[in-house]
């Protein structure tokens, strides 16, 4: 089983609608968790940390569930800037500090 | 007032020879890392630099080695380049070891 998995898509969502999508780890000890945004060849940018309390930035809410070991990120309302891929991250806080990248979600906003 | 940056944006070489990619950043962070970013957008971390000392060195061959003069500089030299080491290479860095910030990539294709 990989570390962090994500389902690739595409989702193919119209304007205004709600998305969600979700991440799966597979290493308990994974302590931190974020989503980053990455624009077609551009570089990742972090989009938000992930709170264990679940935590929202606009239209944006990021969720950890430990006990069944995957993070979610709902956006709300989707404009056409919102197309990207997003990628979910996880680390380890041992003696490596190893930091995990999922392979992305693409996400392409209808007009 | 550029926070992460990669030099060359662009490389295109032939198979065997030896290349070098270079990253600064102003951000006054104390660690480094470069990743690889294969065709299929997986990002995967290869290095990691606290410090200008090593602390993640990935399962990379040795033909990659890179080199941190100080805190605020991290190189990547390439000897003899294979087809498969064309990807695109991202530098970042980190104040905790967590959140990345990441620099524009270098388009590396070895022909």
């Known amino acids: 089983r990989k570390e962090v998995e994500q389902d690739p898509g595409p989702f193919n969502v119209p304007e205004g609608a709600t998305v969600a999508f979700n991440c799966t780890y597979s290493?308990?000890?994974?302590?931190?968790f974020f989503w980053y945004r990455q624009d077609c060849r551009k570089e990742p940018k972090l989009l938000m940390s992930?709170?264990?309390s679940g935590n929202e930035d606009g239209r944006f809410t990021a969720q950890l569930n430990r006990a069944s070991q995957y993070i979610s990120l709902l956006i709300r309302d989707s404009k056409l800037s919102d197309s990207a891929t997003y990628l979910c991250?996880?680390?380890?806080?041992?003696?490596?500090?190893?930091?995990?990248f999922g392979k992305g979600t693409r996400l392409h906003i209808l007009p | 007032d550029t926070a992460v940056s990669q030099t060359p944006k662009y490389l295109v070489t032939q198979m065997g020879n030896d290349k070098s990619i270079k990253c600064e950043q102003n951000l006054g962070h104390d660690t480094m890392y470069w990743y690889k970013q294969d065709s299929k957008k997986f990002l995967k971390i290869m290095f990691s630099?606290?410090?200008?000392?090593?602390?993640i060195n990935e399962t990379v061959p040795n033909r990659f080695s890179p080199k941190s003069p100080d805190k605020a500089h991290l190189n990547l030299h390439i000897n003899s380049l294979e087809l498969g080491d064309s990807a695109v290479y991202f530098c970042?860095?980190?104040?905790?070891?967590?959140?990345?910030?990441f620099g524009p990539g270098t388009r590396l294709t070895v022909l």
């Open positions: 970042a860095s980190s104040p905790g070891g967590l959140e990345q910030f």
């Open positions: 630099y606290n410090n200008k000392e090593l602390i």
């Open positions: 290493n308990s000890a994974s302590q931190s």
């Open positions: 991250v996880v680390s380890r806080k041992n003696r490596d500090d190893k930091i995990i």
């Open positions: 992930v709170y264990s």
